[in-house]
């Protein structure tokens, strides 16, 4: 069966910097885009960033656009999220996700799921 298992969430201070991994297994990691999303207490799916399985390109929201950046080891089956400059704001619990399709944005388009961890960014 397919697992995606993130690891690297933590308490960090605001401005500082954390890189999560999602690992993949049962799938073949290589055709499909992989996508970052994250969902603070209170609010909905938000999009951050996918990278596309073929030419790895890449696509963020405005809100992490320069802060954040998407890639991925298809030797490793893993994708990364690399966070700098963490504000308060970023605070919430960030899954991967796996899509069949050509990078998209909307949640209801990836078919599997990681857990989640969790992100606190706090003084």
């Known amino acids: 069966q397919v697992q995606l298992v993130e690891t690297g969430g933590g308490l960090v201070h605001p401005g500082g910097s954390l890189r999560l991994s999602c690992a993949a297994s049962g799938l073949r990691f290589n055709l499909y885009t992989m996508a970052w999303f994250r969902q603070a207490p209170g609010k909905g799916l938000e999009f951050l960033a996918n990278i596309d399985y073929r030419d790895r390109r890449t696509k963020y929201a405005v809100s992490v656009r320069g802060r954040f950046t998407i890639s991925r080891d298809n030797d490793r089956n893993t994708v990364y999220l690399e966070m700098n400059n963490l504000k308060p704001e970023d605070t919430a619990v960030y899954s991967c996700?796996?899509?069949?399709?050509?990078?998209?944005?909307?949640?209801?388009?990836?078919?599997?799921w990681g857990q989640g961890t969790q992100v606190t960014v706090s003084s």
């Open positions: 996700a796996a899509s069949g399709r050509s990078r998209p944005s909307d949640a209801s388009q990836y078919s599997y």
